[in-house]
C-alpha cells in the first residue's frame, strides 16, 4: 500500500523527520510518499498559519490520490484542514493529533498533551472537544517554537521533561502525547525517564492509516465528507488548481 | 465609522445583495466598505470551499484594516475563517451566522436555522456547539444551492416558507435564522407569514458590529486570537501576500 | 428610540451611575427612562435579594413599556427575572450580565467576569451555563459588597486590579467583564492598567438593546416567552398588583 | 417532625389535594403544616406566575420555620423559587420537582415527565439540567391548564393517558413523572393501565423530606445557599416585609 | 419492611459497621438484612474488585428478595454491580454512592467526596457522570487503604479532616460526602468540626430505601433494567449459579 | 505477535465465527488466541449477562497474557470488563465495540451502530458518552437475538438492511457499525447494499490491536487502569481463583 504523508507547512527538515519516525513504524509493505507544503508557512503556528497552509495542503494529497496513495496522513498535530481533506478526497485521512489523542484514549483515562506555543492551547482544546476527548485531556505548552525544537534538543528534552512531569504531577496525566510533529524523535526516551506511556502522533498516524486500509474502509460520501459539489462558471477543481503555488512532491 | 464587509465567495451579485441589507439597517454615519474574494469559489458549500476562499478573504480584511476600517463582518454564513480574522486584525470580526445565532438567542430560547445545502448542516451545528448555543438551536437546509436563491424567487420562498413551518410544528422553534447571505432580503415578508420573529444574519451582523465600535472593543492579543508570530525567513505576512489571488476592492 | 433602563434595586446612585455610562454610549437619538425598584432590596446579593426585587422590577418594565419604551435593560449583573421580564412584554429586553458575556464573546475566547460577592459566583455561574459559555468563562468575587464599591474608589480599583491579575496568569483570561453595574466606571482605566479589553455589561446592553431595535426584533410570543395566559377569577396583571395580600396559614 | 408544605399559588383547592397525598405517604411521626399562597397568582402557569409567587412564598416558608418545621416542601413542579429557599432558610428545603425526578431516576434510566402546558415545558427543562437529569428525561405537556386538571377528571385522565402512551412508544420512558401537584391524585392509576411506574412528585417530596430530617442533614450556610447578609439601612428581612411600597419614576 | 444490605466485600467488620449506622438511622419498623460476599474481595479497591465481587454479590441480592426484601442497599462507594442488580431485581436498588451524592444535592450546590484510595477517583467521577452530578462534585482520595480505616482511627480522622479542609479552601465544598462504607462512623464528628453538612452514604441509602417503599416504587421492567431474558441451553439463573466451571482454550 | 481474543461468552460458534474475521483481516505475522468463556452466560444480553462473564473473563485474558499475548481484545460488543480488563492486564487491551466506533469515527461524523436486542442499547449508549461518541452516533436494535443471529441469515440480513436504511433516512448516518460480534461476517454486502461504509468491531478491534502493538504500547499502569493492590489476607489472584466460595447471610 502507498501511505501519503503531507507535511502542510514549508519545512523540508520537518518532513524528513516525519518520514523517518514512518520508516520505523510501518509494514514492510507500507510505501510513504512524503509531500512538503511548499506554499504554505514555515510553521503552523495559530489559525491564521493553519488557513494559510490548506490550499496547498489539499493540492498536494489530490496529486497523492491520483498517484495512488491508499491513505494520507496530516503531519500536523493542529489536524489543519481535516474535515476539508476529507470531504476532497476518498482514501482515508487521519491527523497526527487525532491519532495521538485516540491512541492515548485505548491506553489511560486521562492524558497530558505537550505541545510548542500557547498559542496552540486552545487550537488543540478545541479538537479535544470535537473528538469527544475533551473531559480526559490536558493540553500543555512547552513554549518552544516549532522551528527550535530541533535547534536546541538539550533544551527542548529538559523543558518538555518539565512539562510532563508537571502533568503527572497536577494533571493525573496516565499517558503524554507529544504534540508536535517535531517531537517525534524523543517519545521512547521521554516515556523510559517518568514511566509513563508516550504517544508520537506521526507513528500513531501511520499504523492506524494502515489500519483502515485493512479494514477496506474508505472516507464516508455523505453529509460533512460528501464532496465537493462542481459549480455552474468554476468548480471547487478549478478553484483549487487557481492557488498557484508550486509545491514539492518526493515519492520515497 | 467604517465598517469593512467582506464576502468571501467570488460572486458579486451576493455581494450586491449584502450591501443592500447592510444600507438599510446600518446608522447614519456608518461607511459601508464592501470587497468580494474573487480568488475564491463562486459559494461556500462544504468544507473545502471554505478553505480555499480563507486566504484571499484574509488578504482583503488586512487590505481594509489597513484602509481604515473600524470592524469587519465576514459575509458567509458558514462564519469561514472567523478565528483567523480575529488572529490577524485588531478591529473586531463578526461573522453572520454568529452574529444571527446570538440576535435569536436575545428574543428566543429555540430557534431554527434554515440554510442552504445539507452539507452545510454539520458545519453550522459544529459552530453553534463552538458559540454555546446547540442546545438552544435546529439547522435544517432547504436545498437550494446558493447560486439558485435569487435565480428563482418564488420557488426559494415556497421552500424557505415550508422549512419554516415544519421547523414550528416539529422542532419548537419560536423564531428563525436565515442560514445564508443569499436570502437577506426575505427576512421581513418570511417574519409576516409565519407571525414569529425572523433574524437575517447579515443585518445582525451590522448592528454587533457598530455596538463593538460604539464600546470601543478590539479582538483581544492574547490565547487563540493572539497575532501570529513572525518567522525566521518568511513571516505570515508574506505567506498572505504569497497566495497571488487577486482580489476585487470596492468601496461604496 | 426610547430605552428603558429598570435597576431592581432600591439605590438611586447606582441607577444614576448606569445612567452616565447609558449617556455615553448611547446613540444620539437614544432617550434613556430609567426607573429605580424602590421596593426592592438595596443591593442584589445572592438569591433571595433577586427573587424580592422581581415583582417591583416587572411592574416598572410594564410601565415603561406602556409608556413607549422600544427595549428595556436590565440592571443588575445577575439578570434577575430576565426570563419573566421576556414573557410579561413585547419590547426585546436584555440584561447586563448577558450582554457583558456575549460582548467578551465577540473579541475573546475565554474572559473572566469579576464580581463582587462570592454568594453571586454560582449565581453568575449558573447564568453562564444557560448561556452557552460556561466553557469559556471564570467568575471571580471581588468580596466587595455592592453598596461599598463607591465608598472606597481607591480600595475598589485595588481589588478589581488584583483580580484581573489573577484572571490572565490563572484562568488564561483574554477579556476581563466587570460583574456588578456599580463597576461601570472603571472599565477603561482598569483596561489600560492589564493591557487586556474590559467589559462594562452596562454599555454592552445599551448597544445591543439599540441593535436589537435596528433589526426590528421583538420577543417571540412562543415558547418560554410566550405571554402569561389570563386565569379565570385572578388574571396575571392582578397578581402583579397584588403583592401585600395576607397570606393564610393553616396548621394541620 | 413538623413537614412545611406551601403550595405556592393561591388555590386552596389544590393545597388540599396536596395535603391528602401528604397523609397519605408520611411517616406516623410526621405532622402536616400546609400553607396556601393566597398573594400569588392563583395557579403557576409560566416564568411570571413563578416570579409573582416567591416573595409570598418565601415569607410563609419562613414562618413556618419559626414556627418549627424541621423541612420543607414547595408543593409547584417547578420547584419555583427553590435556590432562594433554601438560602433563607435552615431546614431542608425539597421541590415537588426535583423530588420527582429523583425519585424517577432511582428506578429508570429513562422517563418522562408529562406537565400541564407546554409553557412549562422549557422551565421543566431547564430545572433538569441543572439537576443533571436531562439527558435521562423528556417533557411532554397534556395542556390541560392547572385549574382544569379536577374540573373534568375523565377528561384529564384520557389526555395523561395519551400522554404516557406517547412516552412509553416515542420517548422510550420507563417510567413516568406526573408534572403538577395538581395530577398527585391519579399516580396508582396510571401506572396499573400503562404497567409502568408512576411517580407523583408530591408524595416523593414528602418522603425525601423526612429522609433529609432522618439523616440530620440541614441546608449549608455556604455557597449559593449562604444566608442573605444584613445590609446598611434596610435588610433582606425587611425587604421581605415591605412589597408595596411605592417605585419611582424617572424618565430623563 | 425488610431492608436487605449487602456488603459486596468479605469483610465481616465492615458488615457490622454497617449494621449499626443502619439501625441508629432506619425507621422502627424497618428490620436490617445484612449479608456479606465472601466470595469477594475483601475490599473494593478497583475495577478488578469491583467486577469480581458482582457475581456473587447478585446472588446474595437475589436469595434476599426471595426471603422477602422490601428493598435493597448496595454497600459500596462504587456503587458496584447497580445496574446489574437493578435489572435482576424487582424491589428498589440504591448505591451508597448515589445515595450520598444524592443527599448532597439535596442541601448543598458543591460537594466533595472523600473517598479511600486515588484508584477509586477515577470510578466515582465516571459514576458522578452518570449521575449528572460531575459539575457538581469534586472527588480527593485520603490515600487510606479500606481495611486499615479502622485500625488506626487518630490517622483516619486527622486524614479525613486535612482533606475536608482542603476541599473546603479549594474546591468551594459547601457539604461533604464520605467516599466509603468504612468511613460510617466519623460523619458527625468531622460535620462538628468543619461547621459543614457531613453526608454518609450508607446513612443517605437506607432513608432513601426507606422512602421509595414508602412511595411503592418498584423498579422498572423496561429499558437497561430489563429483566434478563431467559435463553435456550442455559439461564442467566444458571449462570449466576455456576461460576466455578473450566474455560476451553484454543490457541489457534 | 500473539493477539488473545476472548469471547465472554459460552458459545463456541461465536468465537469461531470472531476468528474467522480476524485472520481476514490480522497481517501475516500475526497469530490468534481465541479463547471462549464456557463460565458465562451463553450470550451477553443486558447487564446482568455482562456482569456473570466477567470474572470468568478476566481469568482467560491473564491466562493468554502469562502465555505471551501482545495484545487483547473483547470480543463482545459491549466492551464487558474493558476497565478491568485493562487494569488487570499490562499488554493493550481493545473492546470490538470501542474499535468499531473509533474507525467509524475516522470515516465519518455521524454514524448508527445496529445492535440485537433493545436491552443492549443503552449499555452502548453509555458506552458511547464514555468514549466522547455519543453526539456523533445513534444505536438501533434489529431485537434479533445474539443465538438467532447466525439461525436465520436471511432473516438477519432483512432485519439489518431494514435497520440501515431506516438509519440513513433519518439518523442522517453516514457509515454503520454492526454491533455485534455475530454479525461479522455481513459487513462487505452491506456496505454494497446501501452504498455506505460498514463497520465491523472484531475486524477494526484486530487492527487497531496491531497498531498499539506496532507502536511498543503498553497500558498506563496509574490512574483507574493501575494494577490492583494485594491485600493482606487475600488478594486480587485469590479472588479470581475463588468464585464458588458459601457466602454468609445474617438476617437481624
Redesign the interface.
Known amino acids: 500500500m502507498i501511505l501519503s504523508i503531507v507535511n502542510p507547512n514549508?519545512t523540508h527538515a520537518m518532513t524528513e523527520s516525519v518520514v523517518q519516525t514512518a520508516r520505523m513504524?510501518a509494514?514492510p509493505g507500507t510505501r510513504i510518499d512524503a509531500r512538503t507544503n511548499t506554499?504554505?508557512?514555515?510553521?503552523i503556528?495559530?489559525?491564521?498559519?493553519?488557513?494559510?497552509a490548506?490550499?496547498g495542503m489539499?493540492e498536494l494529497m489530490r496529486a497523492a490520490e491520483a498517484e495512488g496513495a491508499d491513505a494520507h496522513v496530516i503531519a500536523c498535530f493542529d489536524d489543519t484542514?481535516l474535515?476539508?481533506a476529507?470531504?476532497?478526497l476518498s482514501a482515508?485521512v487521519?491527523g497526527i493529533g487525532?491519532a495521538g489523542a485516540?491512541?492515548a484514549?485505548?491506553?489511560?483515562?486521562?492524558f497530558t498533551i505537550v505541545t510548542t506555543?500557547?498559542?496552540s492551547?486552545?487550537?488543540l482544546e478545541?479538537n479535544l472537544?470535537?473528538?469527544?476527548?475533551?473531559?480526559?485531556a490536558t493540553v500543555r505548552a512547552s513554549e518552544i517554537?516549532v522551528?527550535e525544537l530541533e535547534a536546541n534538543p538539550d533544551r527542548t528534552m529538559a523543558r518538555l521533561s518539565a512539562e510532563i512531569a508537571a502533568a503527572?504531577a497536577h494533571d493525573?496525566?496516565?499517558?503524554i502525547v507529544l504534540g508536535c510533529a517535531g517531537m517525534t524523535s524523543l517519545a521512547?526516551q521521554l516515556s523510559k525517564r517518568h514511566d509513563?506511556?508516550v504517544?508520537?502522533g506521526v507513528?500513531?498516524a501511520i499504523?492506524?492509516a494502515?489500519?483502515?486500509v485493512?479494514?477496506?474502509?474508505?472516507?464516508?460520501a455523505?453529509?460533512?465528507?460528501?464532496p465537493?459539489?462542481g459549480?455552474?462558471?468554476?468548480d471547487?477543481d478549478a478553484?483549487?488548481a487557481?492557488?498557484?503555488?508550486v509545491s514539492e512532491n518526493t515519492v520515497l
Chains 1, 2, 3, 4, 5, 6 share one sequence.
Open positions: 514549508a513504524v509494514a506554499s504554505g508557512p514555515l510553521s503556528e495559530g489559525s491564521v498559519d493553519g488557513a494559510m490548506v490550499p489539499l484542514g474535515d476539508a476529507r470531504s476532497l482515508p487521519i487525532e485516540r491512541a484514549g485505548f491506553i489511560a483515562r486521562r506555543l500557547s498559542v492551547v486552545p487550537i478545541d472537544i470535537r473528538y469527544g476527548l475533551a473531559g480526559h517554537p522551528l503527572i493525573r496525566a496516565e499517558a521512547t509513563v506511556p504517544v508520537d507513528a500513531a499504523t492506524f494502515e489500519a483502515l485493512a479494514l477496506g474502509l474508505r472516507t464516508t455523505h453529509g460533512l465528507y460528501a465537493p459539489r459549480k455552474a462558471e468554476k471547487g478553484a483549487l487557481n492557488q498557484n503555488s
